[in-house]
């Protein structure tokens, strides 16, 4: 059966180690959204991969495909794999001629919609540009990649977003649109990437019988629909997205990924978030910097609630949590179990400022006792118990089996139960 790997929470839950670690048993690894906001890192044998756009499935030599539903920089597109051709042979890589890019103008609209927010509005955004592009998608504006095979179809359309945008730009003492610089690059581009791009016509062919893995980017409380609005990136992040984003008339089932704390980067509400040295002890010993935007990520206890709701939003079938080993040495641990009393059918978690209204107690926690170093990773039985109670717990609390367990970076640091 197919397979959506989808973020259950603000992003950055750990999917590319998991993406990885699973493709090995797909064919064909999918991204259907989102862009170069997205990051992660894998550590296979030591070796090191960072990837924004190309799924990690590239590592193992699995098919990799941007389906219509990503925005792409050419620029970063570029660099990410000229990266990846000096690691690895051969790469399978295939780009939908459907998809719409990301240029200069977009990372520059992105810098001016912050800068007209006063700091408690600011969306804290990725800076690369995403939500414009996706506005221009929506706009009917976007220069797609298979305009690129014609110079003239470029010309036409940038010299429409130059009128459009140009305006707006130079409002705001930002460099104006470069039609023949824009034009010679895209050319240049499509030089380099035409053999990659699959006509969207073709796509059902190509992949026929192909057991695929679809790559969710970002988390569930990022959608654009269902998350904290305008605390949100501007995507689809959830399951039922990937159809439309890949253009891939499939069934597939979905693992939802969650850490076993939580953490969020950029504004918005987080209603179970630490201010305390606990939180600062959880974001060094996790190392959460953001990938992309090397930015400190904000830290809480995981939250049960929200996390409900995104395995809800997303048909979730079956679970993964990571990064539980992060927490081993605090000597309490603390889940999230209600806001104010509420459970997450009582919450609008889509409207930012119910969600930031949110002050809990302790009674909406539920305590854990420390679980100690983790010696043996052979099995969930051989974990200590008090992290067993923990993810005993959990599982109960969401009603969905939890079987993957993530314990640290490396692919034999994972147990599947
Ligand atoms: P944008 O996607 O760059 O427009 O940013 C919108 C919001 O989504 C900001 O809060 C970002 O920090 C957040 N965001 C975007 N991509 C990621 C990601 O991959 N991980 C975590 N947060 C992200």
Redesign the pocket.
Known sequence: MNKAVIGLQ???EGKGKIVDYLSEGFDLVVRYQ?GN???HTVIVDSQIYKFNLIPSGVIRGKICYLGQGVVLDPNHFAKEYDQIITKIDNPKIFLSSNISLILEYHKQL?KINESILNSEKK??????G??PAYQDKVGRKSIKLYDLKSKKTIEEKIKSIKMFYDPILENFHESKINIEQTVEGLVDFYGKVKELIVDNSLIKKQFKNKKILFEG???AL?DLDHGSYP????SNTISSNVVIGSALQVDYKTLGIFKAYTT?????PFPSELFDDVGHYIAEKGVEI?T??KRKRRCGWLDLVSLKYSCEINRVNELCITKADVLNNLSKIKVCKSYNSKKYLDVNFSESNILNSMSLDETDFETFQSWGDIKDLSSFETLPNNLKNYILYIEEYLGIPIKIISLGPERNQTIIR
């Open positions: 603000w992003g950055d989102g906001n997205a990051g992105d969306i804290g955004t990725t800076s690369k995403i939500g980017a970002q988390g990022l605390f949100v990136t501007s969020r980067v950029g504004n918005g953001g992309v935007t």
